[in-house]
């Protein structure tokens, strides 16, 4: 049986004693081989697959930290702003805590399975006429001036739970990798994942990578409409954003864009040659490292073993997926027809 992540690493995080774990069994997420991408990359490729987490992202292993947290505080209820997985995440785990949940979303710009859990877990789900970064300067304000518990990776706990990720890529490698690709988003995670390394005295090179029609890190300044096929990572003025930044420069890495035909084209690539099917955002790790390698600092020597974080699972958003994947084959009851459908 898989621990809890608060029990596997309970040293590392300053949860109080009295605080209660609520916890879904989240973390201890699979590390793969890539071998095609090895093949690819020149480097030896790991794929850290955190859409296996119970709401199927990595935001339960900040989440699983932050109600604990909150209800160990006799918070009553908790909010977020979210693209869609914080939303899922908090109301699986409000719903697990007896605890009320709230979640803000950009009208119509979330993926349908992320919306369906939020619903399904009982959170009062509100659609946004703005943007995610809209939403979260409003939720802020709320949870100023009422009894709710902000639980976006502005909340302290949401990052110490994310650095987990970084003790069981190191735990199940034995060794720290020479580098790791990550999308970005909102920064929360990026933080996070550095923050972990640090805690394990080690410095793998960052590569993180945003959408291009949401790259505030790149182009050095927010970024008003955010736009990409990427929902997760749809965010023009990153909470983390300086955070990220140092991350960046102290592991000698770099932040970079994709645009979105990488982002879908490696989505697919990952789907039908590995297996693996992650959501958009995720697939931006990926289409990262195809498109811009691995550049290090002058003398710094190529990075030999890489993980790649997969955020989330493609059934979050089948609609992406079906507009992307091959057309379906529609065939009469009949086994002539049917042969030659299947093998022609
Ligand atoms: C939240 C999220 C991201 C971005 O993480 P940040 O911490 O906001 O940078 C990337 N991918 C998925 C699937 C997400 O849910």
Not at 74 to 84: K, L, P, R, Y
């Amino acid at each position: 049986m898989p621990q809890p992540l608060i029990e596997r690493y309970r040293r590392w995080l300053s949860l109080d004693e009295g605080d209660p774990v609520v916890t879904l069994n989240e973390g201890s997420t699979p590390l793969i081989h890539s071998p095609r991408l090895s093949e690819r990359l020149e480097a030896d490729v790991h794929l850290k697959l955190e859409g296996a987490n119970p709401t199927g992202s990595f935001k339960d292993r900040g989440m699983t930290v932050a109600v604990s947290r909150a209800k160990g505080q006799g918070a009553e209820a908790v909010i977020c702003a979210s693209t869609g997985n914080t939303a899922a995440s908090a109301a699986a785990y409000a719903a697990r805590a007896g605890l009320r949940g709230a979640v803000i979303v950009p009208e119509g710009k979330i993926a349908v399975g992320k919306l369906a859990q939020a619903l399904m877990h009982g959170a009062r789900v509100i659609a946004l006429q703005g943007n995610f970064d809209e939403a979260l300067a409003i939720v802020r304000e709320l949870a100023d001036r009422n009894p709710v518990e902000l639980v976006n990776s502005v909340n302290p706990w949401r990052i110490e739970g994310q650095k987990t990720a970084a003790y069981e890529v190191c735990d199940e490698l034995g060794e720290p990798p020479d580098a790791l690709a990550i999308p970005v988003g909102n920064a929360g995670n990026v933080t996070a994942y550095w923050a972990g390394f640090q805690d394990y005295e080690a410095s793998p090179v960052l590569y993180g990578f945003q959408a291009a029609g949401a790259a505030p890190l790149v182009e050095g300044h927010p970024v008003e409409q955010p736009e990409t096929v990427a929902s997760a990572i749809r965010i023009g003025n990153p909470a983390r954003w300086e955070e990220a930044m140092n991350a960046f420069t102290a592991s000698r890495g770099r932040v970079a864009a994709v645009s979105d035909d990488q982002i879908l084209d490696a989505y697919r690539w990952l789907a039908s040659s590995e297996g693996v099917f992650c959501e958009p955002a995720s697939a931006a790790s990926v289409a990262g490292l195809l498109a811009h390698g691995m550049p290090v600092a002058d003398g710094a020597e190529q990075p030999r073993s890489v993980v790649c974080v997969l955020t989330g699972h493609g059934l979050k958003d089948p609609d992406t997926a079906l507009g992307k994947a091959p057309a379906v084959i529609n065939c009469e009851a009949e086994l002539d027809t049917v042969e030659r459908a299947v093998f022609s």
